[in-house]
């Protein structure tokens, strides 16, 4: 029975942890061929265990993959030096010798090369068992060579999984690992059982968002004066995660939530910060700076903050697509406009990570002397994203139509809520049930879009009109969990305004110059439709200045002028002739094909997909993505093509 726990339990390490994390490509492949050994007799010693197995992995004909992985007794090399010293060494030794084409691999639960303490990196080489991986040369070629013909290159691997796993976080890292851990600790309790010897006890860790985080948080803001009204967090199945669920029958209206001011997160608070607040004033960090920097320095000392039920709280971020590793991002996203925002927001995050690595804001925030890493960055980006708000402070306003903040939302503070930041979203909420603030009672509001019964999950509007392409960047989801309505602005494609081609006339570049059109600006297209301010743009590229003056254009206008004359076509289309609208339409129609063509696969190949294979959820999350964005476009096509 022991030998069958720890055989379970490696197995489960090697598909929950190094598969599902996809901290190696090529593992999920080579499991069918993956022979677990575990090495319990006392009379044999562990390099004669590791030569029997060397002999018969070199055995087995090159054409058929094969590899091993030989389990230990934590008994005798509990200590990471230890198993390093008198097991792996010697076993690399011995297969240069003599099993030439053959490597092999340590893994140790205490395994750590980093020179930082609880370095997350160090986890890509740890396990729940001291265990030795022999791999053949032939095979690891072999997966490399496929990989490099998918356009990956196989050299990054590494270099990925430092950044990912340091973006997911140790507590995180062991609460994946522990379902592994407790495996492991039932085989010790049987083997201890059988031979009357005590074995060392790997530390199994926190539970990442468990009951006891959710009662934490519960308490902690009730002590700093927030009560719940008829709510109650919750964790639950099914991919909703953590939510609120109705305690008492609700009444439509209802304030369900009242968060104090003094809860609320905002760059104000970096700033007042006891430790961080100096450096963050010198630096003259924006909101988004100083959030980013705040939840990266009280995430490393977790611990001893103050705010640590709230970070404990925070998910780590592992499944949103801001920290998949380059080999999911572009493979899967390749075509799709997802993809340029979050490349975007990574160009951010570098940004942020500059400005995190100056001077005092860098003294401030090191941890041990650890920098902060990049991976950091993406997690507290990801974590802002998904679980910030843009409130007016000083009106009392909430902000549905957007995030981050643009200019004309300038009055708007971006905060973090805890507790409000746990609910789901539903798209029937809509605007009744935005977080707003309240400057008569000093709170965060939020009211009962509809009645609800107790017991029933509790839900608010992250977003209004928010598209499929936004759930996935911004929430880290593309599917609702609740029928989808038709009526619902939920398939989208963003365009570049820039691929609708270059400016006809000087009349057009001039206008187009006024209007300081960024290379990055986008026209989204819901639901195949397009409206006048689509075509506007076009009209812009493509009318004659006559139109054009019509329209109130001069030379050398000023912004805020080329904005009213944007406005005058798009609200009076009778200032352009046939021709010019023929052109417009077929500029239109050319951006949109070549947006479509971007896709390596159709729209029905990625159905197929959807139908035919069993794919990881992140997998599944990308398809369903670039088929909201290709449906928007076939739409918008098809309404173009009607209209020629």
């Given at each position: ?265 905002t760059a104000g608070s970096a700033r007042r910060h ?70 975007q927001c990574r160009e951010q995050c570098c940004a942020t990570l500059h400005a995190l690595q100056q001077g ?285």
């Amino acid at each position: 029975r022991a030998e069958e726990a720890v055989r379970e339990g490696t197995l489960h390490w090697l598909q929950t942890f190094v598969i599902g994390l996809q901290l190696c490509p090529f593992a999920e492949e080579a499991l069918p061929a993956t022979h677990v050994v575990v090495h319990t007799r006392a009379d044999i010693p562990v390099l004669a265990a590791v030569a029997t197995e060397l002999r018969a992995l070199a055995a087995l004909p090159l054409d058929t993959a094969a590899t091993t992985l030989l389990v230990l007794p934590p008994s005798a090399f509990g200590e990471f030096e230890t198993f390093m010293l008198e097991a792996a060494q010697p076993a690399q030794e011995l297969a240069e010798d003599e099993y030439e084409g053959i490597q092999v691999v340590p893994f140790h639960p205490a395994a750590r090369y980093s020179e930082a303490v609880d370095d997350p990196a160090d986890w890509a080489t740890r396990s729940p068992y001291p265990t030795l991986h022999l791999l053949r040369d032939a095979d690891v070629e072999a997966a490399e060579e496929e990989w490099i013909t998918t356009g990956q290159d196989p050299s990054q691997i590494s270099s990925e999984n430092i950044a990912f796993l340091r973006g997911v976080g140790v507590p995180a890292l062991r609460e994946r690992m522990s379902p592994a851990v407790s495996t492991m600790t039932e085989a010790r309790r049987l083997a201890e059982k059988a031979s009357h010897r005590a074995s060392a006890e790997i530390p199994r860790g926190e539970q990442a968002c468990g009951d006891d985080t959710l009662q934490e948080l519960t308490s902690w803001l009730r002590a700093r004066g927030h009560e719940p009204r008829g709510v109650a967090l919750r964790r639950f199945e099914l991919g909703w995660g953590c939510g609120a669920v109705a305690t008492r029958h609700l009444r439509q209206g209802t304030v369900i939530l009242a968060v104090p001011r003094s809860c609320l997160l905002t760059a104000g608070s970096a700033r007042r910060h006891p430790t961080l607040g100096g450096a963050v004033k010198a630096a003259s960090l924006g909101e988004w700076e100083a959030l980013c920097a705040l939840l990266i320095w009280e995430r490393r000392h977790v611990e001893s903050s103050p705010l640590g039920p709230y970070i404990r709280a925070l998910p780590s971020q592992a499944d949103h697509p801001l920290l998949w590793p380059r080999n999911r991002l572009q493979p899967w996203l390749e075509g799709s406009s997802a993809l340029a925002l979050l490349l975007q927001c990574r160009e951010q995050c570098c940004a942020t990570l500059h400005a995190l690595q100056q001077g005092a804001l860098a003294d401030a925030l090191a941890q041990q002397g650890s920098p902060v890493y990049e991976a950091e960055v993406h997690w507290a980006a990801a974590t802002l994203l998904s679980r910030a708000f843009n409130l007016d402070l000083t009106r009392g306003e909430d902000n549905p139509t957007g995030f981050p903040c643009n200019a004309h939302q300038s009055q708007r503070t971006l905060c973090l809520v805890p507790w409000a930041d746990t609910l789901n979203h539903s798209f029937e909420a809509g605007l009744p049930s935005c977080l707003v603030y309240n400057p008569a009672t000093e709170h965060a509001e939020l009211r009962a879009h509809r009645s609800y019964a107790p017991g029933e999950q509790v839900f608010d509007c992250y977003r209004l009109h928010l598209s499929r392409v936004h759930a996935f960047t911004d929430y880290g989801f593309a599917e609702s969990r609740e029928a989808e309505s038709a009526d619902v602005e939920w398939d989208c494609c963003l365009v570049r305004v820039c691929s609708l081609g270059a400016p006809e006339g000087a009349a057009n570049q001039s206008l187009w110059s006024a209007l300081e059109v960024a290379e990055s600006s986008n026209l989204q297209v819901y639901n195949g439709a397009l409206d006048e301010q689509h075509r506007a743009w076009g009209r812009v590229l493509t009318a004659s200045e006559e139109e054009l003056r019509r329209a109130g254009w001069r030379e050398n206008l000023s912004f805020s002028r080329a904005i009213d004359v944007f406005d005058t076509l798009t609200c009076q289309q009778e200032c352009c002739g046939r021709e010019t609208e023929s052109r417009v339409t077929r500029r239109l129609w050319d951006a949109l094909t070549c947006a479509l063509q971007g896709f390596p696969t159709t729209l029905e190949e990625d159905a197929q997909l959807l139908e035919c294979q069993q794919l990881e959820e992140w997998q599944r999350q990308a398809v369903v993505v670039r088929m909201s964005e290709k449906r928007a476009l076939l739409g918008a096509i098809t309404t173009l093509e009607s209209t020629k």
